[in-house]
């Protein structure tokens, strides 16, 4: 493949989606260890009415409004879970599936009553948005990425989702100490002094602003994917969080580009003429990884659990 | 118009989508409060989305031998079948491997969903045609309901009750006690395998309706919704089975009455606004009942203390304590007792100074553990009790005889 045809329209898509699989897979280490995997499967639920309730109030398209609606339904949703879960004394699991089913729905609801035939809004997109359309269409060849001319025509997903993703990686850096003893010891992070209630918040929030961005771009399937199957996997490859950490950076780029090429590609090899939603089958990718991981990993069996248990 | 849709009056149409989603609401609610009640309600989620691949390897497969891609219960079968693939992935990870469940959960739900996407878009790609119809399983589509479709849905739903009637006692047991289940020598985890094959059921079923994404609701909404109102679990089925039905009618019955309602959203949402009632309602669970007995307490607190500092001849400062014994006349405007306040303020003191003694006496030991500064000691101990009790107390000492 030449640089011609594949710095226009697979470098941007790749890049977008790479970015996106690692700004979730970082907070989603936490969030797995942290028994909380499900909080970016809501998010990623209560993403479609805010983007609603956005469009509806300013009447276009626009991104940052769309960006604010999309994390004030993810705090909303937050919000709710906690207090339904107080107040009428139901166990997360319940009250999370209250609340996201709830919101999804009146969601929908209210794009079907809007009309949207108009403008490119549909739950569909919202499922698994559009990477492929993601092309940079001002690029001519490698040269292009020394070309300030044509690098002003890059689709607004990319400087975003990279903006997101060294903001996931600052969060996750700066706040690495407590995070991690919070994470595995929460009764001594608090002894210590870490205000873990604010901690939790925040690595909440974070998740939530990564999946808003990576939605943006991507669509939610791959977000809950994200979140949860590169870390996964790297769970049950090593015991130690940093190096955790790292593998599920390297399964959530393999599971990216592999996915990418083969949605892209795959189907051309295989003899058919069209390609397959490529947030798909990222999903697919880091499932399998995911497998082979659940199957191989060295450490994949809980300690002191036997295995013909 | 809504009264013509509540009374069936609406159409062919609109009435096998009220039925329908009445058994389906039924059924999902029944079979959902064992999921709730043993605390895995989100696995209804990882099942839910599962069902996609299977709707379009089996709509692929119909197309390939020549039929129609759109036959409901060859698709119904395709998303069964993969559903189970993924509710065994999902047991096969909580269990042989380290991941907890809600990772588990979330990794079969995107893996499969993203797969089923694959699919979706292979399909798109066939040039087939026809293949509009799948699109209306994420989210439900009861516009095209035919009469086959809707006695599938009721010999699905009456099917999965029968099932439910049957096993619903290991069900109880093992959502309870999963232990005790075990000791007893039930095999608990073929019961919840069947438990989830009832869920994976339902949600099959319910695909047409509301769609694999909120079939989730149906499943969790009613079952927390009718927790509210009974502490025992045949009430809890009984009455989920109730909201459930209802919200499945009523929600078909407003999207039939206006253009532009889908189902399965306002299903939903009216299955939300029972829970909504409920968790404020509600006579025992309530926030309303918690707020009224937090009230009733605070006053009988106040009162209390209130009389103890009178009959010690405190005065007192505390806005809301005065103001509740002067409501209760047992003061003036001024501060000062009534004569029923001093009254009742001698007995209060004296109770307290007869529970000091209980509470000393090593005899009463069981007695002095219900001591909590508001309970009557008349309420516990009986009348010669507390006579020996008084006898230890005394007259009034100091004075000579």
Redesign the interface.
Known sequence: MSGEEFVPLSLTPLLIGTCAAIACALPGNFL?LR????I??AIS?VVLPGIVVAFLLTGAISTWPMMLGAAGAAVLAVVLIEA?RR?????P??????VF??M???G??LL??TDTSTVHLD??HA??GNLESLIWLDATGWSSLLDAQALAGLPPELPRIALTLVGVTLFTWLFWRPLKISTFDEGFARTIGIRTGFLGMALVITAAIAAVAAFDAVGS??V??M???P??AA??LTNRLEAQIGWSVVIAITSAVTGYVL?GYG?LWLG??????A??????M??LI?ALA?MF?P?????GVQ?SA | MLWDALTLQLGYNATLVAIGATLLGVSAGVTGTFL?LR????V??AISHATLPGVCIAFMVLVALGGDGRNLPGLLVGSAISAWVGLLCMN??TR?????E??A???V??????????????IQ?MGVGRQAGL?GF??GSTAGMLWADAVIIALGGALTLALVLIIRRPMTLVAFDPEYAAARGLPVHRIDLAMMGLVMAVTVVGLKIVGL??I??LL??P??TA??WSDRSERVVLLAGLAGGLAGYIGAAISASAP???T???I??VS?AF?LAS?FFAPM?G?LAAVLRHLRFQRRVHIRQGLLALAQGQKIYEPLTLRLLRRAGLVRADGVATDTGKARAAKALRDEKRWEIVRADQAHEATAALYDGLRDIETVLTRDQIDEIDRQIGGPQGIPA
């Open positions: 797995v028994k909380q995997a499900l970016g499967d639920h339904i107040l009428g004394q139901i166990e699991g319940a009250a999370m599936g209250v089913t709830t999804f729905a009146a929908v609801l079907e009553q739950v569909e499922l698994y399937i791959i809950i994917a979140f949860i199957c870390p996964a769970r049950m949605a189907p058919a003429a069209d390609a397959v939603s947030a798909g089958m990222i999903a697919t880091s499932g995911l659940a990993g450490c994949r069996t809980r300690v295995t | 709730f605390k895995r309600a989100l209804s989620d096969w990870l042989r491997t380290r991941l907890a809600d990772a959960i979330g990794a739900l995107s893996v499969f969903f993203g797969f089923g996407i694959v699919l979706l878009t292979v790609t699109e994420l989210l994404i909120l989730v609701a969790i909404i079952a927390v927790r509210f532009n309602l889908p399965g959203p306002i939903v949402l939300f829970f968790l669970r926030v």
